[in-house]
């Protein structure tokens, strides 16, 4: 690792998402220049997921700041522990701890919307079986996923959404960076894809440097991309 390298922002986007959700927040980035990349996330299982983020951290030469969104910060609390990562971000995001999965972190607390507008499908695997993923109802999406954006950009984002396999929710993480790295957190306060109290709670647990979005949705990196990209360049600058 080359100690007088700047850190390179690497955004992990969540499930019933891609890359292009950071659009606002990366353009904020590159207008503090602050080297940005947004890898996308495979959305087929924790240890795998976690696996493609670190194999993409482990391909940029200098420390990282890895931040994740939603799902994507499940996958970066795994993916953290890679000697390079510097800091982590949680944006709406779930934080867990080692040996943790995401319904018994959201089991917790009470049901967000999210848990009854979500439609399952099959998809098939390896060795000719098939599995099952889950993505939500398109019809429900505004409201559920993006209710301070635009209607007419919600409408793509619902038909562009990617599933999330369903394993994912059951899957323990296999560790917690969280635990050796510094963390900042961003809560959104009208989320109604993660329950808010979910988001305290794992960010509280974490450590981390709380924001809060008063009346964000869980799109908060589309609907506020300069709240999102400030907290981030105060990672950057914290561990730079």
């Given at each position: 690792m080359t100690s007088n390298s700047?850190?390179?922002v690497v955004l992990v986007h969540g499930a019933f998402a891609d890359a292009s959700s950071w659009a606002g927040v990366i353009a904020e980035l590159?207008?503090?220049g602050v080297p940005v990349v947004a890898p996308?996330?495979?959305l087929r299982g924790l240890a795998s997921d976690a696996a493609y983020t670190a194999s993409v951290v482990a391909g940029i030469d200098g420390p990282v700041v890895l931040v994740g969104h939603s799902y994507g910060g499940a996958v970066i609390t795994v993916a953290g522990t890679a000697e390079n990562v510097v800091g982590l971000v949680y944006i709406a995001a779930y934080a867990l701890e080692?040996?943790?999965s995401l319904g018994e972190l959201q089991g917790r607390f009470p049901d967000s919307p999210l848990a009854s507008s979500l439609r399952t499908a099959t998809y098939p695997v390896d060795g000719g079986g098939?599995?099952?993923?889950?993505?939500?109802?398109?019809e429900a999406f505004p409201s559920v996923f993006a209710a301070?954006?635009?209607?007419?950009?919600?409408?793509?984002?619902?038909?562009?959404?990617r599933p999330l396999a369903a394993a994912a929710f059951t899957e323990p993480a296999a560790a917690a960076a969280w635990r050796s790295k510094r963390s900042w957190a961003l809560v959104a306060g009208a989320d109604n894809a993660i329950n808010p109290e979910v988001e305290r709670f794992g960010a509280r647990?974490?450590?981390?440097?709380?924001v809060e979005a008063d009346g964000a949705?869980?799109?908060v990196a589309v609907s506020r991309p300069k709240f999102v990209a400030d907290l981030i360049v105060e990672a950057v600058r914290a561990v730079g």
């Open positions: 700047p850190p390179t590159q207008g503090h996308p996330n495979p080692e040996g943790e098939s599995a099952v993923e889950v993505s939500v109802v398109p301070d954006v635009p209607e007419e950009v919600t409408r793509v984002l619902a038909v562009a959404q647990r974490a450590g981390a440097t709380v949705s869980h799109a």
